[in-house]
């Protein structure tokens, strides 16, 4: 994971994130990634066919959990539908044929090593909120 980087501050900086190692992440069709940021700014991992692809987790119809939805292929295009309402998200760039667009993340694998570039800290676990006193 990158440290100690002046952008690591930075909000809208995006950095590569490791997220771990191929051998895990592959196993399954979808993990979701928690942000530091929070709920809203979760990323989806997906393994199809070989390949990793990240996008914003919440579905820009209503927010609903794209890591649960169905993904397809049609006319070599793979896509996630939104479990509530059904929506089409291509993987690769976003776009749905409805007209929205999902935020989607560069994935690269370096090392035996799966990173994303993403603002914050991503973890395949929850990150503890603060306490409030």
């Known amino acids: 994971m990158?440290?100690?980087?002046?952008?690591?501050?930075?909000?809208?900086?995006?950095?590569?994130?490791m997220?771990?190692?191929?051998?895990e992440l592959s196993k399954k069709q979808c993990r979701l990634l928690y942000s530091s940021l929070g709920y809203a700014s979760d990323v989806c991992l997906f393994f199809i066919k070989g390949e990793f692809f990240a996008m914003d987790a919440r579905c820009a119809h209503s927010?609903?959990?794209?890591c649960q939805g169905d993904i397809e292929e049609a006319d070599g295009v793979l896509q996630v539908f939104c479990p509530w309402h059904d929506y089409d998200f291509n993987l690769r760039t976003g776009k749905s044929q409805t007209g929205l667009q999902q935020?989607?993340?560069?994935?690269k694998v370096e090392g035996g090593n799966v990173y994303v570039k993403h603002a914050s800290p991503l973890s395949l676990q929850p990150f503890s909120s603060p306490s409030k006193n």
């Open 2 to 17: 990158a440290s100690g980087n002046v952008e690591e501050n930075t909000p809208s900086a995006s950095l590569w994130r």
């Open 19 to 23: 997220v771990g190692p191929v051998t």
């Open 63 to 66: 927010g609903g959990p794209l």
């Open 103 to 107: 935020e989607v993340y560069e994935v």
